[in-house]
């Protein structure tokens, strides 16, 4: 019999986002939580306490030189992901790290390049690629023709870190890279092309974008459309929704993706709903795939590709134009 796999982890940043890892990592018998880091030590303390990890520190230099531990949860600001990134990688630690992978396209190829060049196993924090029933979802309608998205959240407050352009980017770059990562995971083929219109409607004091609506077109012909924006969640629909068809299929899924609705020859099929996972849905997954030597269950560069669409979605706004993703900027990125 094969002795499980010891993970010796650590989570850097100890907010609201790492506070969900720390939980499901302190209670999964193959993860030693050894140590939790935060440029703010007292947090870092209270996390170690919470959790059970072996230390806190405020230096993350001390997790990076510690040969005990293999393996780390990056749960930081967007703008800070890269350089923790690339250094968490160059100790030869395979890590997770919080989506957006990185705010620009620079910064994103930073990322991948520092995974390519240490070897290290790299994820990405895009967990609705594993919800249930965005999984039965991708079985029910493997070419999707036509989808309809949409992330929309109640208001972000002016002040919230996320609001902030250079730290977060904004709610479209921020969270609205979820349904997009989504529709690009649940579309076989390549994004193409990008038309999108909205701006900024509710943070004048922000120079960011915070509502989008979003029209890709596919290499197959295909199109999306996905709304964003920190406006209000609509009450029927929650605030992640997404419908799919194929001309003889369709399906619905609602209850933030925890439930899907499917009909084939007129005929409906209510799913029982699965309950919401948090942080275990996608940790699991990656946990698994590091264990069994298989790859990365969301790719750095999958993520790249998916921070190239909404930064072209960004640019088709602010110019009024539609943006081929197949030539200039962003068609490196959109090689996955
Ligand atoms: N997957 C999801 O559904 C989901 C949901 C919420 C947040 N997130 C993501 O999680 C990440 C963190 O978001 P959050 O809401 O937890 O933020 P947060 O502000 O609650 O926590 C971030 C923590 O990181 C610390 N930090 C910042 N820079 C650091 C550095 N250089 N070294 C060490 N610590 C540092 C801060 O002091 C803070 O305690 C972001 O990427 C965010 O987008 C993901």
């Given at each position: 019999m094969s002795t499980p796999r010891i993970l010796r982890a650590a989570i850097i940043g100890c907010g609201s986002y790492g506070a969900q890892h720390a939980q499901f990592l302190s209670g999964y018998a193959g993860v030693e939580l050894r140590a939790v880091a935060d440029i703010a030590g007292e947090r870092a303390e209270d996390f170690a306490k919470k959790y059970g990890a072996g230390y806190a520190t405020d230096e993350v230099a001390k997790v990076l030189a510690d040969?005990?531990?293999?393996?780390?949860?990056?749960?930081t600001q967007h703008h800070t992901h890269a350089p923790l990134a690339e250094q968490v990688a160059a100790a030869g630690?395979?890590?997770?790290?919080?989506?957006?992978?990185?705010?620009?396209?620079?910064?994103?190829?930073?990322?991948?390049?520092?995974?390519e060049r240490s070897g290290v196993m790299a994820a990405s924090g895009f967990k609705l690629r594993f919800f249930p029933a965005v999984v039965a979802a991708k079985q029910f309608l493997t070419k999707p023709t036509l989808t309809v998205a949409q992330v929309i959240d109640d208001h972000w407050p002016a002040d919230f870190w996320a609001n902030d352009p250079i730290q977060g980017g904004g709610n479209v770059l921020s969270q609205g890279c979820h349904m997009v990562?989504?529709?690009?995971?649940?579309?076989?083929?390549?994004?193409?092309?990008?038309?999108?219109?909205?701006?900024n409607r509710h943070h004048p004091t922000r120079d960011i974008v915070d509502t989008a609506s979003i029209t890709l077109t596919f290499a197959d012909g295909a199109v999306a459309t996905v709304a964003v924006g920190d406006c209000g969640v609509p009450p029927h629909s929650s605030k992640f929704a997404l419908q799919l068809s194929d001309g003889a299929r369709s399906a619905s899924l609602?209850?933030?993706?925890?439930?899907?609705?499917?009909?084939?020859?007129?005929?409906?099929?209510?799913?029982?709903?699965?309950?919401?996972?948090?942080?275990?849905?996608?940790?699991?997954?990656?946990?698994?795939?590091?264990?069994?030597?298989?790859?990365?269950p969301v790719s750095?560069?999958?993520?790249?590709?998916t921070t190239a669409v909404v930064l072209a979605a960004i640019e088709s706004i602010k110019t009024g134009q539609a943006v081929d993703l197949t030539s200039g900027?962003?068609?490196?990125a959109m090689k996955v």
């Open positions: 040969p005990e531990i293999d393996t780390v949860w990056i749960c630690k395979h890590f997770f790290l919080e989506k957006p992978l990185a705010l620009t396209l620079v910064d994103c190829d930073r990322i991948v390049a520092a995974v990562d989504t529709v690009l995971h649940l579309h076989p083929t390549s994004a193409v092309r990008v038309y999108a219109a909205g701006g609602y209850n933030r993706l925890n439930s899907i609705m499917t009909r084939e020859d007129g005929k409906v099929t209510e799913h029982p709903a699965w309950p919401e996972e948090g942080a275990a849905v996608i940790d699991t997954a990656f946990i698994t795939a590091l264990a069994e030597g298989k790859p990365s750095v560069q999958s993520a790249r590709r900027v962003y068609a490196a």
